[in-house]
């Protein structure tokens, strides 16, 4: 059976006649470029991560640059990540000239061990960016006592976690700031691409909403030197039609997670997903563990079964970010993760027959493997 690792299609079709009026009243106001309906969008988003604020932008990873620069992060700042996230994540920390540091994850979680942190807080810290990295939100409470102990910001890379859950409050609440990609594939996905950044902070979010529009607050006054990053219409449009789906698809993401992890606990040789018991995960990725992870891709392909992996290489490994002087053996747990992580096929509208079909080819591996072996 055919099984692909994510399929848009499949959730435009059910929302298609939705989409259309949304589009078309985009074109028939011919408010394109922010808008009535990012302003609209901005309200039903922030008020459902529980925030006062939310800021459309064009990506998540603007999100991220913009929300460093807004707070006034710079050259000489060291910003603390870890080294197993998208790279956009050290991408905004280098683009406002300061010096991305990182620290190894939790092997349970994959996300920040705050246990970590203050080994790597020096006085030119200045911001944690916690990455809750699979739709998991990482220890908020430990991060967020260690970074108000040493008066650093904390910006949460909420790209994968639209809807996550740590002790009750929302993903994008518990920082200074809460950063946000829409990029198709997310759990909430724009047709094209998007992002957003939530905060409690009305200062910091009027500072970020005139960055956004070239410093302007009133057209051609510019008071501070900004960007051109706004939401288009189209964008913010399909984002209102989608969110209000967005608590049934993590919700099916969910009994789906629930049934790989039911299925697979009988399975030699993987480690499903642990949901740490502070979690709502939402998982945007289902990442199993195991110690032959190419071939398992490989052996699923060739039935038509495709997988993911996220993310094959660390950020301090990559060639991109060598200059930091980062080692094999630095983080032995992100590293670890990079070998051995596959993400399986994960979509709201993945049926019961899907899943079974994966863990079924993944079991007969395992089994002929184990032969091999012996
Ligand atoms: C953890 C993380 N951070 C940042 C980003 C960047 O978002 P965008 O692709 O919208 O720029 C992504 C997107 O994949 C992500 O997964």
Redesign the pocket.
Known sequence: MKVPFLDLKAQYNSIRDEIATALQQVLDNTAFAGGPFVKKFEEEFASFCTCEFAIGVG??????WMALSSLGIGQGDEVITTPN??I??AE?ISFCSAKPVFVDIDECTYNMNPDLLESVITPKTKAIIP?H?YGQMADMDSIMQIARAHQLFVIE?A??AHGAEYKGRRAGSIGDVG?F???PG?NLGAYG???AIVTNNAELAEKMRMFRDHGQARKYYHSMIGWNARMDGFQGAVLSVKLKHLPSWNDARRKNAQLYDELLANVDSVITPTEADYAKHVYHIYAMCTKNRDSVISALAEKDIFCGIHYPVPIHLQEAYKFLGYRTGSFPVAEKCADELVSLPMFPELGREHIEAVVEEINRFVVTHTVVNE
């Open positions: 990506s998540g990873t603007t999100a991220l996230t998208f956009a994540t905004a990455v990295l890379d790209c994968q950063c990609s829409f990029y997310k691409e998007a992002g």
